[in-house]
């Protein structure tokens, strides 16, 4: 998959592959980071479900799998992020992809660290404030991507072409990329590397509960919605919780009422704990095209199959 | 362009590149179908803003522009969709792009005829029971697009994969795409051929309103939003109606009080006769990265050369 783009990626994070394994809470802990890395891509632990302490622990077992760089993922509205962001450097963590918070908060202290910093961004205003703070990379999230999501609801298609137009700091694609195919449009549409998801959720090495990955396996097409627009936008799979808060929005409820539905716990007790019913569920909208639990391996090398074929499909 | 899978689309539509230009209300009449058709891509002529005897004019005044061929798009939520078909019939159109309706309705009366059948689709169930009607190939069009819209809300990027293994009849992707990098993405998805409404809007030929245009050129990323959605879904530039819409569905507002919103008149209003303030301005969210108003053939000459380069930064 090497190109001049992805070049630039692979060299920034010292991969073999311009793919990036998403931080996902309760799904990308050591085991994960560690095979993707194995694999050639950047693997990145999810600190957001973590306390520090959890994620050192983490961050050790994580150095004891793979000789590959990896990378920590810490959103920002979580009141713990500098005692996570401090308990990764100490353990020589050099790669840190920030998001849901302001670019300005870290980016110089990491940057002062001797880490690479790379912020999730949603529209290409947004990434041009991360070029101005100085991040090293953009992740440009698209409306069909699984969990927390912008505002504005603008596609990967949409998203990708005005953002590399926006930056001169490489772009990663995230939303909606499951398979080869997506990974070569990503890169066609400027992209330099490309940030996966759900895909790597259904894998044997995700810490995300056996039967929250089975539902992924057998979702159809429409089984995923955007959801609580007037909270934070998240984009979930359909379950009686989801329909819960569906009725509520369509009468109108507030923000107020629809934290109240959400109450506490519930993304640990859907994904992690398998509460299929009454969890949050957080997944891309491309899950209707996964089909299988693999091994990462796997994933990865039918990644640089189905992406070799969508190239050679191009030509005259 | 030419690719294994694009000549299917080629040789199908008898065009030289394949794309489409899009189908729109008060947007493609005679003028912009025969432009697109003489730069190489299929035109076609929008009846669902046409009595059958002005459609039946533009018909008679795309001939005389051009000699290459284009088609007709009839929604075939309209009561006079038989008429338009027929008259299109009488003056020996050949393609007819169907929409807004069961693929089963004109379908074989289409083929009986002789005509060739394109039905536009929004989730891959759809498009199977598209291809089970026996049209010719299906337009999956993604929840950036704009005007009216799928309920399931599926990207382009998810759609068209999902579509491409769901059928063994050709695919044209639309929605999204506004530039020759997104023609490559389409087609690196799996896509046969694509089809672009927004970017033929903002051209010399479309028969939108001048004021409306240049507000396309100065739109920005995030200035579309679909709205309507416990009505018909459809995308809608933001302006002062989009608003009262925006408001009145927060707070809960049932499809008929949208529809009283609504009212009759206001997509001809805003697009047709320039009011931007209370018309329904219908465009797709790729509008951001349109900045100029050009000739068709300006258009189409940047859709390659924008195509070849893309699929070259795709090279090792």
Redesign the interface.
């Known amino acids: 998959m090497?190109?001049?783009?992805t070049k630039k990626i692979c060299t920034l994070l010292g991969t073999r592959l311009p793919i990036v394994q998403a931080g996902m809470i309760w799904v990308s802990g050591a085991k994960l980071a560690a095979a993707a890395a194995n694999s050639g891509c950047l693997g990145l632990i999810g600190a957001g479900s973590m306390q520090p302490e959890l994620l050192e622990k983490h961050i050790i077992k994580a150095r004891s799998l793979t000789t590959q760089p990896f990378g920590v993922n810490v959103p920002l509205l979580y009141s713990k992020a500098k005692e996570q962001i401090d308990v990764a450097l100490e353990h020589g963590v050099k790669i840190f992809f920030t998001s849901a918070g302001s670019p300005k908060m870290f980016t110089d202290y990491l940057k002062g660290k001797g880490a690479t910093v790379v912020h999730v961004t949603t529209?290409?205003?947004l990434a041009l404030k991360c070029e101005k703070a100085g991040v090293d990379a953009i992740v440009a999230e698209?409306?069909?991507a699984g969990g927390h999501n912008g505002r504005?609801?603008?596609?990967?298609?949409?998203?990708i072409?005005?953002v590399v137009?926006a930056v001169s700091i490489p772009v990663i694609a995230a939303?909606?990329?499951?398979?080869g195919?997506?990974v070569?449009?990503?890169?066609?549409?400027?992209a330099h590397g490309v940030q996966i998801g759900s895909r790597f959720v259904a894998t044997a090495e995700a810490s995300a509960h056996s039967q929250f990955k089975d539902m992924i396996t057998q979702s159809?097409?429409?089984d995923t919605?955007?959801a609580m627009r007037?909270l934070v936008p998240v984009r979930l799979l359909k379950n009686e919780f989801y329909a819960k808060i569906a009725r509520a929005e369509?009468?109108?409820?507030s923000a107020e009422e629809l934290k109240e539905l959400l109450g506490k716990g519930r993304a640990k007790a859907g994904m992690f704990e398998g509460d299929l019913r009454e969890g949050e569920l957080e997944i891309?909208?491309?899950s209707?095209?996964i089909r299988d639990i693999l091994p990462v391996q796997e994933v990865v090398s039918r990644l640089e199959q189905e992406f070799f074929a969508?190239?050679e499909?191009?030509?005259?």
Not at 2 to 5: H, Q, V
Not at 313 to 316: D, R, T
């Open positions: 090497l190109t001049k783009n529209t290409p205003e698209g409306f069909e504005d609801e603008i596609t990967t298609m949409c998203l072409p005005q137009n939303g909606g990329i499951g398979d195919r997506a070569a449009a990503a890169l066609a549409l400027g159809g097409s429409s919605m955007l007037k369509e009468s109108g409820a891309g909208q491309v209707g095209l969508a190239r499909s191009l030509k005259e």
